[in-house]
């Protein structure tokens, strides 16, 4: 069984940083991509940002030059630092990965985590 656990979420002010966490345990053989993706209330989820196995990374034009993703392959675990966080950047935060089982390739979810930017 493979469980993806996120942590870093929260309230912060507009201007502010947050770093989120997502660590993926269990039976793993690898894991090719890793990103992260948003949903705010009543809007559709959102691509935040991806990372392959590689070192090439992919932003959604609104984080661009506010928000970086990197992974630790070691730990299995993504990051995803967030500076100058505006109130649209409020939603839940879901972690995303695709990864190498024993059963066959697999795409899983974590629970998500609540980033609120407000004054």
């Known amino acids: 069984q493979v469980q993806l656990v996120e942590s870093g979420g929260g309230l912060v002010q507009p201007g502010g940083s947050l770093r989120l966490s997502c660590a993926a345990s269990?039976?793993?053989?690898?894991?090719?991509?890793m990103g992260w993706y948003r949903q705010a209330p009543g809007k559709q989820r959102e691509l935040v940002a991806t990372i392959p196995r590689g070192s090439s990374t992919n932003y959604a034009d609104s984080v661009k030059g506010r928000f970086t993703i990197s992974r630790d392959n070691a730990k299995n675990t993504v990051y995803l630092q967030m500076l100058n966080l505006k109130p649209e950047d409020t939603a839940v935060y879901l972690c995303h990965i695709i990864a190498n089982l024993r059963a066959g390739i697999y795409e899983l979810w974590g629970q998500g985590t609540q980033v609120t930017v407000s004054s």
């Open positions: 269990g039976s793993i053989f690898s894991i090719n991509a």
